[in-house]
């Protein structure tokens, strides 16, 4: 009997252990969306503001409720799948914190910090040099036995060449028309890229980037994919509060289509973890500072345009995050008590949900977020 048992349970606890073996990372970010929208829905102030929101009446009709069915309303995906079968941190109206740990609380460290593990202060300014620090997905392609040739990036911002060093990592990371377009699907997403404007310099419609990654994903079949949608931070400096939210409305319509691809390919299911953070929060008082994000410290440099809000931009050092998956708990949301998480943290965590030893990529690196593993 005793026998049997320990029998049944070589067989069963050996698939159990397969099945739970995590081989791939999609890992995304949605530029300068903030934890208020996440976990309270829409900002009526500013979805009525006539200078914000143009189009007021749309987002009251589709969005409006309290703070959790208007955030439900928000982002479907979030709520009705990740909240449920994954984990997320970063409400702040219940006890759940997440918070960058670079000093500056704009893009190119938050990015470095996610991707490297480390808040480096030396990162003070969003121009396109190259980083000098490495991030997980270089670390992995050079070290780790079957990463080389398959990690890839796409992003909405044209740094992202520069925060990846491609030219001394060799990470291929798409911002513009794809280079070598394999399908006919990429090569009509290449003429409309030529087509259609961007409304901003440095900056391309989310549709490309989204579209491109997906493409990717069922043509080249990487293990990491990296995915930097960039709209809501745009339209927030913009000043455009409806634009905002409708472009954080497609990214979680995008984030179920990546989803239910992962889910329904071979390769990807039930072996790839989707893992969700931003590069920094932003303002929420007084109520025009919702555009903005800086720390005190950057008015001195890179900032010095919102030198008039001598404390900085309150509250953008705030992000949130979320993961769903094999090795992630089915937790909801999960309570941070007096350990705030940082976006320091996300690197480690990946690399050991793929059951590396994340000691071994960087001494600096912030410790797994341990909280939404599971155990
Ligand atoms: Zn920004």
């Known amino acids: 009997m005793k026998r049997s048992f320990i029998l049944a349970c070589l067989i069963l606890c050996h698939s159990i252990h397969v099945s739970a073996q995590v081989e791939n990372i999609v890992l995304v970010t949605i530029d300068g969306l903030r934890w208020q929208e996440v976990f309270q829905g829409l900002d009526h102030a500013l979805a009525t503001h006539e200078k914000y929101s143009e189009r007021s009446e749309q987002l009251l009709q589709q969005f409006e409720g309290d703070p959790g069915e208007s955030a439900r309303k928000l982002f479907p995906f979030l709520y009705n799948v990740v909240m449920k079968e994954g984990a997320l941190i970063g409400n702040r109206d219940a006890n759940s914190c997440a918070q960058v740990t670079n000093p500056w609380y704009f893009s190119y460290p938050g990015y470095n910090e996610i991707l490297t593990g480390f808040g480096d202060p030396s990162i003070d300014s969003n121009r396109p040099v190259p980083n000098h620090n490495t991030t997980f997905m270089e670390w992995l392609q050079d070290e780790v036995p079957g990463f080389s040739g398959n990690v890839a990036a796409f992003a909405s911002w044209d740094v992202f060449p520069y925060i990846f060093n491609s030219e001394r990592s060799r990470i ?92 329904e390919d071979a390769r990807y299911r039930d072996n790839t973890v989707l893992f969700i953070t931003v590069d920094h929060g932003r303002g929420e008082e007084p109520l025009e500072t919702w555009q903005h994000h800086a720390s005190k410290k950057s008015l001195e440099g890179y900032m010095e345009a919102l030198a008039e809000y001598e404390e900085g931009i309150i509250g953008s050092e705030a992000v949130w995050m979320a993961a769903i998956g094999p090795g992630i708990a089915s937790k909801g949301l999960v309570q941070t008590g007096e350990n705030c998480v940082g976006s320091n943290q996300v690197a480690t965590t990946l690399l050991k949900l793929l059951g590396l030893d994340y000691r071994e990529f960087s001494s600096q690196a912030g410790p797994p977020v341990n909280a939404i593993l599971d155990k």
Request: aromatic share 14%.
């Open 172 to 263: 291929p990371v798409n911002v513009g028309r794809l280079e070598m377009a394999d399908t006919g699907f990429e090569a009509t997403l290449n003429i409309l890229y030529e087509d259609i404007p961007s409304p901003w310099p440095t900056v391309r419609l989310d549709a490309f980037t989204h579209h491109f990654a997906m493409s990717a994903l069922q043509q080249d079949q990487p293990r990491v994919l990296y995915i930097a949608y960039g709209e809501t931070d745009d339209f927030a400096h913009d000043g455009e509060y409806d634009q905002y939210i409708l472009a954080a409305h497609r990214t979680d319509r995008h984030l179920a289509e990546l989803w239910t691809y992962i889910q």
